[in-house]
Nanobody, 125 residues
Framework: VQLQASGGGLVQAGVSLTLSCAAS????????MAWFRQAPGKGREFVAS???????YYADSVKGRFTISRDNAKNTVYLHMNSLKPEDTAVYYC????????????????????WGQGTQVTVSS
């Protein structure tokens, strides 16, 4: 699976932004998808994931503000980000894994097989 993330940018705190991750190469609908992010000087952290059967999971830091969704017809996963904060500033990466069950998800980056190149989100105060 090849992943192409897009939609990042420089925004002010409080606004909304939607990231997209377009997949190609294999059957997208059979893959669990996730978003991770890496802030300057920090390690990569889990943001959200969506399983094959469309269950969603969120990091506590984004729960209630971010929404992950997928459109299997468009081979795309989205991250809708509301009420952005300066601490959301990071490079956002999408990731994919062909799982052994449709409900599979993971918070751990090592368990994902495919990665996109990242898109920068900068939130100014």
């Amino acid at each position: 699976v090849q992943l192409q993330a897009s939609g990042g940018g420089l925004v002010q705190a409080g606004v909304s932004l939607t990231l997209s991750c377009a997949a190609s190469g294999r059957t997208f609908s059979n893959h669990a998808m996730a978003w991770f992010r890496q802030a300057p000087g920090k390690g990569r952290e889990f943001v959200a994931s969506i399983s094959v059967n469309k269950n969603t999971y969120y990091a506590d830091s984004v729960k209630g503000r971010f929404t992950i969704s997928r459109d299997n017809a468009k081979n795309t996963v989205y991250l809708h980000m509301n009420s952005l904060k300066p601490e959301d500033t990071a490079v956002y990466y999408c990731a994919a894994k062909f799982p052994f069950r449709s409900s599979w998800y993971s918070y751990y980056e090592d368990e994902y097989t495919y990665w996109g190149q990242g898109t920068q989100v900068t939130v100014s105060s």
